[in-house]
């Protein structure tokens, strides 16, 4: 019986479908590593972690793919053919994915998004920006007291003294909804010498510092005029206002009849 030459024993070693399982092996990586390319390139997915896989998809697709195509033998001209396309699309991948971690690395802030929730805006020699209005005592159009002194308007009395010592209580709050840094409190006397009834609404009492209103401080023993002051009647009541922690020139504006008259009583003085 005559032995196997050495040439057809190292043919058997090397089975064709080991050599098509390469070519093929080469194919399917090959496509992947290319379309993971090409999705990245394209569509920015995955950035910047992609084009590492694609290297590495393009590195293990040209190594079946050359160890498939320099085996001479394959079991048909396809699986030839098959090899040579998974080459050459490790070649492709390979090229990309050199080129896109490149580009990663040369700009690795490229794919952080800008805020778009902050417009700054730079003014311009068109649209230049005024400066912020400063906060002016407006001119008082009324008689003009010192605290403590009486006054008549439209036979209506009304006298306001103070300021007295005051301590709010947990329970008070401020018309403004601020936090209370310092009240004052004063003492309002009106005589209603009219031949009708004051509306207690319509007796308005407002503070004012720096030509801008301060709040009303309400607790509970300070809730303002509370019934109509009848014809011949005198009533005496308190309110306190927040006003800054400093010492501050105050302007309390009184309007005996506000629903019915513009007229206003201004009395001055610092707290």
């Not at 998974?86 to 994915?97: F, K, N, P, R, S």
């Not at 929730?117 to 068109?126: E, G, I, K, M, Y």
Request: overall charge negative; some cysteine.
């Amino acid at each position: 019986m005559p032995l196997a030459s050495p040439s057809t024993t190292h043919h058997l070693a090397e089975s064709p479908s080991n050599r098509t399982g390469l070519a093929i092996a080469a194919l399917i990586f090959g496509v992947l590593a290319a379309g993971l390319a090409l999705t990245a390139a394209t569509g920015g997915m995955f950035l910047p972690y992609a084009w590492y896989v694609v290297v590495a998809l393009a590195v293990v697709t040209l190594c079946c793919g050359l160890l498939s195509v320099g085996r001479r033998h394959h079991r048909s001209t396809a699986g030839g053919v098959v090899a040579w396309i998974g080459t050459v699309g490790g070649v492709v991948a390979l090229v990309l994915g050199v080129w896109g971690m490149t580009d990663v690395l040369r700009n690795p802030h490229h794919n952080v998004p800008a805020a778009g929730s902050v417009q700054v805006l730079h003014p311009t020699a068109d649209h230049t920006s005024a400066p912020p209005t400063v906060p002016t005592t407006t001119a008082l159009a009324g008689p003009q007291l010192s605290i403590g002194q009486t006054y008549q308007m439209d036979n209506i009395a009304v006298r306001l003294t103070g300021p007295h010592d005051y301590t709010p209580s947990s329970m008070a709050s401020s018309s403004d909804g601020a936090a209370i840094r310092r009240a004052v409190r004063f003492t309002v006397t009106i005589t209603n010498n009219t031949g009708a009834a004051l509306n207690a609404n319509g007796v308005d009492i407002e503070g004012i510092v720096g030509g801008l209103t301060v709040g009303h401080i309400y607790d509970t023993d300070i809730q303002g005029l509370a019934e109509d002051v009848q014809p011949g009647q005198t009533v005496t009541f308190p309110v306190a206002f927040n006003v800054p922690t400093a010492p501050t020139p105050l302007v309390l504006q009184v309007s005996p009849q506000s629903m019915s008259s513009t007229d206003k009583i201004f009395y001055l003085g610092t707290v």
